[in-house]
């Protein structure tokens, strides 16, 4: 005993020694060299051909939707059903290297290829299957919004409320809400989610829904990249619908004007007495453009299952308090053409996103939902727009602001529980998306300075609110304290409880995390 205990005194003060005299990045260094080998040693044992730094496909592989960011993955894998996520789960936890899953790749903050260096991505390209069953649609999360709307209408007229843009993964987009220009009729995308399968960090593969599995079922229905890795989706759909696409532009509004009109939109949009059908998908874009203040304000939106005359009838009251638009456009679209529309392409090809490699930029984005019971006050709108005419009228970053309607009326996702599922905002009256394409031009810190002063704007001028956020707007300089409060601010509790049982030691992991 005493030679046993001799020896590790030897080899602990030979450690204490070793650690004097080499720096901790190099024993860092040292560790994560260490769990690197170890994790690709056990790729190649599950059968996978892992794209590590070195490869000639890395670059291209590892590059994210957001090119402000650099982060370098340990390793990229490309399973081809459950059964390899669920390796490629396991290779990550007994390695010690945290796990993330890339359905899209159009994270804001690019946390599907870890937020940080050193992570696992697994990545959901080859999980693609498509069915329909009758009204209930089964997707992988290797699809896109894009090859769900066009399967799904040229498999029976079938639709559902998702986003606009082709590209953007159903992995995501459907896990922390989704939303759509449908949505006050049919819910978020989370909420016609009637099912999914998920691979949790113990690479069990399981079935999660309201019956089976509910608590899992519930957060990653809202909090889907905390919880697993979702490898598909089943979806109780809808028969696609034909509409009016409507914009009513006012170029020659300055900000006063366009102040005055977002205080008419709210109140329009959440009359208690006329109450907007939920039909109507509705918005307002703000972006630079041909105007004698450089800016441009516009009020559109899709009028589902209407005719012009009920879409002309329904915007009369809005409009007189807007005055004269200086464009109108309304135009009678089919389902698909609606969704080309909303989308800013004009062939269904374009739809099919294996056909060509998606877009990439390099921009800051962020986020607030003004609350139902406290609309936007004067002020605060009135700092607003002259923020977006002021600063934004000649700044060199490319940016636009849209406002969603979420509330209003009898819309579904107001109506529904507020514990539905994890998505923690259902007391919104809209959203406010604020983006700026940062160009070489700006700095990384100015761009985002810029764009966050308009969000500023608005908060600052109603401080006894306490806005949050949406996380498919993900905002990179969030601290998780910061993203908690925002986006989960009565869930974080239930989510962190189920992170601890479903993911103690924290495989699935972003820097936004519970």
């Known amino acids: 005993m005493r030679g046993t205990f001799a020896s590790i005194v030897v080899l602990s003060t030979a450690s204490v020694a070793l650690g004097a005299l080499i720096p901790y990045s190099q024993l860092k260094a040292r560790s994560y060299r260490h769990a690197r080998s170890g994790l690709l040693d056990c790729l190649d044992s599950a059968g996978f051909d892992p794209v590590v730094e070195g490869d000639s496909a890395y670059a291209t592989d590892a590059s994210p939707f957001n090119l402000r960011f650099n982060w370098k993955p340990a390793a990229l894998v490309y399973p081809q059903d459950s059964a390899g996520v669920a390796a490629a ?19 804001y903050a690019a946390f599907a290829l870890g937020g940080e260096d050193g992570h696992l991505t697994v990545s959901l390209d080859n999980l693609r299957h498509l069915s329909l069953d009758g009204t209930a649609a089964t997707f992988g999360a290797g699809n896109h919004l894009g090859d769900v709307a066009l399967y799904l209408w040229e498999n029976g007229g079938r639709a559902l409320a998702h986003g606009t843009c082709p590209y953007v993964g159903v992995g995501g987009h459907t896990g922390q809400g989704g939303f759509g220009l449908p949505s006050r009729a049919w819910g978020l995308l989370a909420d016609q989610i009637t099912s999914l399968e998920i691979v949790t960090a113990d690479g069990s593969i399981l079935t999660a829904s309201k019956t089976e599995n ?5 957060a990653a229905t809202g909090a889907g990249a905390s919880f697993g890795i979702i490898t598909s989706f089943t979806a109780e759909t809808h028969a696609a ?3 009016i696409a409507f914009a009513y532009t006012f170029a020659d509004y300055g900000a006063a004007e366009a102040s005055a009109g977002l205080q008419a939109w709210q109140a329009f949009a959440n009359d208690p007495v006329n109450k907007l059908d939920t039909a109507v998908g509705l918005q307002i874009h703000v972006n630079p453009g041909l105007s004698p203040s450089g800016v441009v304000f516009s009020v559109s939106g899709v009028y589902y299952d209407v005719d012009e005359a009920t879409v002309n009838s329904t915007f009369a009251p809005l409009l007189a308090q807007l005055g004269t638009p200086s464009d109108i456009f309304l135009e009678e679209q089919d389902w698909i053409t609606s969704v080309l529309y909303l989308a800013g392409v004009d062939s269904v090809l374009q739809l099919n996103t294996t056909l060509a490699p998606d877009t990439h930029d390099t921009f800051f984005a962020t986020s607030t939902f003004v609350p139902e019971a406290a609309p936007m006050t004067q002020a605060a709108s009135d700092a607003l727009f002259a923020y977006f005419y002021g600063p934004g009228a000649s700044s060199a970053v490319e940016w636009f602001a849209i406002f ?11 109506l529904a529980d507020k514990d539905t599922n ?5 007391d919104s009256l809209y959203s406010i998306q604020y983006y700026g394409t940062i160009p070489a031009s700006v700095s990384d810190a100015d761009g985002i ?16 609110t306490q806005f949050k956020g949406y ?18 601010p009565t869930h974080t509790e239930r989510l962190t409880a189920l992170k601890d049982q479903y993911d103690p030691n924290r495989v699935i992991n972003f820097p936004q995390d519970f």
């Open 89 to 107: 789960i396991k290779c990550g936890a007994d390695n010690g290297v945290k796990v993330n899953a890339r359905s899209g790749g159009h994270s």
């Open 214 to 218: 509910a608590d899992l079922f519930w």
């Open 241 to 243: 619908l034909d509409s």
């Open 404 to 414: 969603d309607l979420y509330g209003g009326g009898d819309s579904v996702i107001a």
């Open 422 to 426: 994890a998505f923690d905002a259902r």
């Open 449 to 464: 300075a810029f764009v966050q002063g308009m969000k500023s704007a608005v908060e600052i001028n109603q401080a006894k």
């Open 471 to 488: 996380v498919n707007y993900i905002d990179s300089t969030y601290t998780a304290d910061e993203a908690h409060t925002r986006y989960y």
